[in-house]
C-alpha cells in the first residue's frame, strides 16, 4: 500500500520526516505514563530512544506503532495524521516493528523464516495452504537478505541452533523482508555479549541506509556510535535531544542518567 504524502498540520511534526510525533501522552488511569513527548525519525537516519528504566521509552514505541492510543497529541507518517489507525494498517503503510523477545520459527530453517516474511510483498500472503516449496520462487532473494544479516552459511539451519545474537540478526532479516519505510526495533540489544553487541550494531548501522530507523535501548553508551539523534526520556518526558555529543555533556542528562549508570558499575 502507497500513501502519497499529505500536508502536515501547521503544529505538525516536521516535513522531511518519515515518522513525526507532537504532543504524545498517555495516561493509564491516574499515572501519567508518557507526556508532551516530540519525535521526528529520518530515512537514513538512526533514532536512538533512550532512558533508564520506568522512563517511558517503551510506551512511546508502543503508541507510535498503534498498540496503544495515545491520550493527546498526533502521529503523522509522510506527513498524514495516523493517530487513530490500527496496527495492521500502519503496518501495511511501511512500519515494521521488532520486539524484546526474539520473535522467530525455531523448527524452521532460516530460509523458511526470511520466505515466510517476505508473502505479503510478493502478493503470496493468500496462498497459505500451499506447501513452503511454492515460496521457491524467493529462495533467491531470502539469500541475499540473510547475506546482509550475515547467515547466508548458515540458511538451512534451523532457527533453534541460532546463538542469541544471531537469532536477533534473523530476525532483522525477516523485517527487512517487509520492505519497511520505517524500522522500529525494541532493544535490539539488550541480552548481548560485547561481541554481539558490535555485530548488532555495525548492522543496523547497515540496514537504516534504506530505511527511518528508531531504536529503543537504556544504555546511552551503547548507542553513542550509532544513533545520529538522541532522546533522552526521564519519567515520561524528553529530558534532552541531540546528537551523542550534546545529550552525553547535558548537566541533567548525566546527573539524572549517566550518573546513576556510572554508580552501578
Not at 24 to 39: E, H, M, Q
Not at 99 to 106: K, V
Not at 182 to 204: F, S, T
Request: hydrophobic share 45%; glycine share 8%; aromatic share 4%.
Amino acid at each position: 500500500m502507497t500513501t502519497q504524502p499529505a500536508a502536515a498540520p501547521a503544529d505538525g511534526g516536521d516535513p522531511r520526516a518519515v515518522l513525526s510525533a507532537r504532543g504524545l501522552t498517555k495516561s493509564f488511569g491516574a499515572f501519567l505514563a508518557v507526556s508532551n513527548v516530540d519525535i521526528d525519525v529520518f530515512h537514513g537516519r538512526i533514532h536512538a530512544l533512550i532512558g533508564p528504566n520506568g522512563a517511558g521509552k517503551s510506551t512511546v514505541f508502543n503508541l507510535l506503532t498503534k498498540f496503544h492510543r495515545p491520550t493527546a497529541g498526533h502521529i503523522l507518517f509522510d506527513g498524514a495524521d495516523i493517530t487513530a489507525m490500527d496496527p495492521a494498517s500502519v503496518a501495511r503503510m511501511g512500519m515494521v516493528r521488532s520486539f524484546q523477545i526474539s520473535a522467530t520459527f525455531g523448527d524452521m530453517t532460516l530460509l523458511d523464516n526470511v520466505r515466510v516474511a517476505m508473502q505479503r510483498p510478493n502478493h503470496l500472503s493468500r496462498q497459505f495452504w500451499r506447501s513452503l516449496s511454492s515460496l521457491d520462487c524467493l529462495n533467491r532473494q531470502a539469500l541475499e537478505l540473510l547475506d546482509r544479516v550475515g547467515l547466508a552459511d548458515m540458511a538451512h539451519l534451523n532457527a533453534n541452533n541460532l546463538s542469541y545474537g544471531r537469532k536477533r540478526a534473523l530476525e532483522i532479516a525477516t523485517t527487512l523482508a517487509l520492505q519497511p519505510r520505517v524500522l522500529l526495533l525494541d532493544e535490539p540489544l539488550a541480552g548481548m555479549g560485547q561481541e554481539d553487541v558490535e555485530q548488532m550494531a555495525n548492522l543496523i548501522k547497515a540496514v537504516s541506509c534504506d530505511c527511518a530507523l528508531l531504536m529503543v535501548e537504556h544504555n546511552l553508551k551503547v548507542v553513542g556510535d550509532i544513533g545520529d539523534e538522541i532522546t533522552v526520556l526521564q519519567r515520561g518526558e524528553v529530558l534532552a535531544r541531540g546528537d551523542y555529543a550534546t545529550v552525553s555533556a547535558d548537566p541533567r542528562v548525566r546527573e539524572a542518567y549517566m550518573g546513576s549508570e556510572n554508580d552501578s558499575h
